[in-house]
């Protein structure tokens, strides 16, 4: 093989010649098969490669790849739709046997994963507004662990002063695009080209020649070679019988560059695993990563929580006010104000906050940006912003539920010595709406942490986030998520126990009772 | 009419009603200076509203009030003259209504400190002394919760004394109480009737009220059905109704004097003598 190497040329036309052997293989394979399905993941969300139809099926020119690789290899094909972000995580861990996900071949990947011969190739392009000639310091959006994110790092002679923003998908990219967030992005040349005929990103043109090639492989477990040889197998016999090309012609819309694409598989013949190579237990290969990667995902892990702790207690301690505010709202004697702030509640605590993160980031922060002519509001505000609305929706309604709780006869004995409305409530009624209503303040505090976990969607690098980004990169799909996990576990202890012991404080009078008794 | 003592509170034609249900059907009525005036009557027939009209804690569909000659008019006042009007008259519940959250001596001082602007040190030293008149100086430090009936009562008057009322209204406050707490609260009662306090008294005790009251006013209905000293509206009563009444009460628990309350929840008892 390494005589082929220097020559890929001729290294095709032996490839082309193999195929001979194809229909053997392959049978031989069927044969051996215990289970006749073969699972294989994408991530629904990349386009034209990727999607889903009205009826929620997979399509694109991953999907029938993916149908038409497992057939030929013998297989009932199985799709699976995963998001990007955790696709690596699932197949170290066993949920699909192969992604056939536009995975680009990079060497750290490759470290972790096998990969087939390349199944088409294509290229990094920077996509930006019409008349943008300069990138200096401008803002770039890419996709969560995509190649492109660590591209753009490594050269900052191209990209001078940019700062990168992270999206979980390209349809997310866009809309960054279109509301001002980002001033240009970073994508695959094909998924470009279609977002410009979709006509979906409005004046966006390619910027520039290819960044890079990129060699798209299918990946598989380090202990699949033997899938990966039929895999390989499967994709000649489909180039060889015309419909590799009319699937690509189907999604792409061009003829595909089949000498492009030869060139690319000698590049990547070496990484072929070889007959004769013995298949590795998981664990062998999965015990240093683990022992590694400890020492050195902790900071990052560390510096996610800071944001966490950060999201949580402004909102927690702002929340608080707002939500009081909005709970005396609800029993007010204005019909307006009791309108209002039911209104509030019902619309905040009836849509999900992902939805609301999106709505603060894309569509408020947008808005009040454009109004202003400067980024008043960035990720971090928009973030915020929702929390805050969320969590106030939420202590809003416990403490009404305290307040109508509280005895009539309170009311009328403080209004009996004279005391107005407003000092009723501050003085009589809140205090003990509050005092009532504090164990279900601290679930909302709970619940509040948690939530924090979903900021990482509008491109906050949070603690749930760093542990999915390590995951990504070391492929070691439970010790990062256990070392999250035990740090939420750890916040929400704290905040458990201090809403605990403020309890006791408040509620001294019974604890007196039970001693004197 | 001016040999009679003056007229604190004054009620004209006072109606009202809850949807469908009407409480007050009409009351006339005069709080006299220094008087007890006892308000009894089967339960539902009105009393308890009349007397949360009187400090506003309910408002009135119809009718006038006057106080000491001026017409109050409650229809549109302001929080303050609301507040004002109210602490004119100290309030005691049948369920005390304690602060649970305030200690005894807060319970006493949140309205002079809140409402009167007495400066915290000399409102301790007057509630202080207010519990040493109702005879709990040394629970000032208990919580609420961890009195008796009868305490949490009397906690619940130095309350309304702290204010310095004009008039004290008194919503069935013994109803809630363990026999033996009773006559305590009565004999407490009965000194700040002799001290010149006014009071309205809304009772089911007409042994207590024969001995305090100065005028005794029957509720029927809605409307104040007979009224006049003890002696004549107890011993000799007019009207059918009060006869049925008295009659039922003295049938339940014969001799004593005390009302079976039992007898009194609801007409159908009443009506059985019709």
Request: glycine share 8%; with cysteine.
């Amino acid at each position: 093989m390494n005589k082929l190497q220097k020559t890929p040329g001729i290294l095709s036309l032996v490839l082309l010649a193999c195929l001979a052997l194809l229909p053997f293989r392959v049978a031989a394979g069927a044969s051996d098969m215990n289970d006749s399905s073969l699972r294989l993941a994408m991530s629904g969300a990349f386009q034209p490669f990727s999607t889903t139809d009205a009826a929620g099926k997979l399509v694109g020119f991953d999907a029938d790849m993916a149908r038409e690789l497992a057939r030929q290899m013998g297989y009932a094909p199985q799709l699976i739709q995963t998001d990007w972000a955790g696709i690596q995580a699932g197949l170290q861990t066993g949920k699909y046997d192969l992604i056939c996900g536009s995975m680009a071949i990079t060497q750290q990947r490759l470290e972790k994963m096998l990969f087939s011969l390349p199944y088409y190739v294509s290229g990094a392009q920077i996509f930006t507004r019409r008349g943008n000639d300069n990138l200096r310091g401008s803002r770039i959006g890419v996709t969560e662990d995509s190649t492109y994110a660590h591209y753009i790092e490594e050269h900052p002679d191209l990209f001078p002063q940019v700062s990168i923003f992270t999206y979980g998908s390209e349809a997310e990219i866009v809309a960054a695009m279109n509301t001002d967030k980002i001033d240009a992005f970073v994508s695959d040349r094909i998924v470009g080209g279609f977002y410009i005929r979709q006509g979906a990103a409005g004046d966006i043109r390619p910027w520039g020649d290819l960044l890079y090639r990129e060699a798209v492989g299918i990946a598989a477990r380090t202990d699949s070679s033997a899938l990966i040889r039929q895999v390989n197998l499967a994709l000649l016999a489909l180039v060889q019988s015309g419909t590799y090309e009319k699937i690509y012609r189907k999604w792409v819309g061009t003829t595909p560059d089949l000498k492009l694409l030869f060139s690319a598989w000698g590049d990547y013949a070496r990484h072929i695993p070889r007959s004769d190579q013995s298949i590795r237990p998981a664990a062998e290969t999965q015990q240093p990563v683990f022992a590694d990667s400890l020492s050195s995902m902790l900071p990052l892990l560390a510096r996610g929580a800071v944001l966490t702790l950060l999201l949580s207690m402004v909102t927690a301690v702002t929340a608080m006010g707002t939500g009081a505010l909005v709970g005396i709202g609800t029993v007010s004697r204005q019909p307006f104000l009791r309108r209002v702030s039911n209104g509030f509640i019902w619309v905040v605590r009836g849509t999900p906050l992902l939805v609301q993160l999106f709505m603060a980031y894309f569509a408020l922060a947008t808005l009040i940006n454009r109004l202003l002519g400067f980024e008043a509001i960035g990720a971090l505000g928009a973030a915020f912003i929702a929390l805050i609305v969320n969590t106030t929706a939420y202590n809003a309604e416990t403490l009404r539920g305290g307040i109508t709780a509280v005895d009539r006869g309170q009311w009328d004995a403080a209004a009996s010595i004279g005391m107005t409305r407003s000092k009723i409530l501050r003085r009589i009624v809140l205090p003990q709406a509050f005092r009532d209503a504090l164990p279900s303040l601290g679930n909302n505090l709970v619940v509040l942490i948690k939530d924090t976990s979903l900021v990482g969607a509008i491109t906050l690098i949070e603690l749930t986030y760093v542990a999915r980004n390590v995951v990504f990169q070391t492929g070691q799909a439970f010790l990062p998520f256990l070392c999250a996990a035990g740090f939420y576990l750890a916040m929400i202890s704290l905040v458990t126990l201090g809403v605990k012991a403020l309890e006791n404080r408040l509620r001294r009078s019974r604890r007196a009772l039970g001693e004197s008794i | 009419m001016s040999d009679r003592p003056r007229v604190e509170i004054e009620t004209r034609a006072l109606r009202k009603s809850f949807g469908p249900l009407t409480v007050l059907d009409g009351v006339d009525f005069k709080v006299r200076r220094h008087q007890v005036h006892a308000l009894f009557g089967p339960s539902g027939s009105g009393k308890s509203t009349f007397l949360r009209c009187l400090n506003l804690l309910e408002y009135p569909d119809s009718g006038e009030i006057f106080w000491k000659g001026e017409p109050v008019d409650y229809r549109n006042m302001r929080p303050a003259e609301l507040s004002r009007h109210r602490r004119k008259m100290g309030m005691v519940f049948q369920h005390f209504h304690l602060f649970p959250h305030r200690k005894v001596l807060d319970n006493i001082i949140e309205g002079p400190v809140q409402v009167l602007g007495t400066p915290t040190r000399k409102a301790r030293e007057q509630g202080m002394q207010l519990l040493q008149q109702v005879g709990l100086e040394e629970k000032a430090m208990a919580w609420p919760e961890q009195l008796s009936g009868g305490q949490k009562q009397r906690v619940a008057i130095a309350r309304a004394l702290a204010m310095n009322p004009e008039v004290l209204l008194l919503d069935e406050v013994t109803s809630a109480l363990d026999v033996e707490m009773i006559s305590g609260i009565n004999e407490l009662l009965t000194g700040l009737a002799a001290a010149g306090m006014t009071m309205v008294v809304v009772t089911h005790d007409l042994d207590f009220a024969r001995r305090v009251a100065d005028c005794l006013c029957f509720f029927d209905e809605g409307r104040i059905v007979e009224s006049g000293p003890p002696e004549k509206v107890l011993d000799r009563p007019e009207s059918p109704r009060l006869i049925d009444f008295l009659s039922s009460f003295q049938a339940s628990e014969p001799g004593t004097g005390k009302m079976n309350k039992g007898g009194l929840y609801g007409r159908p008892m009443v009506k059985k003598h019709k």
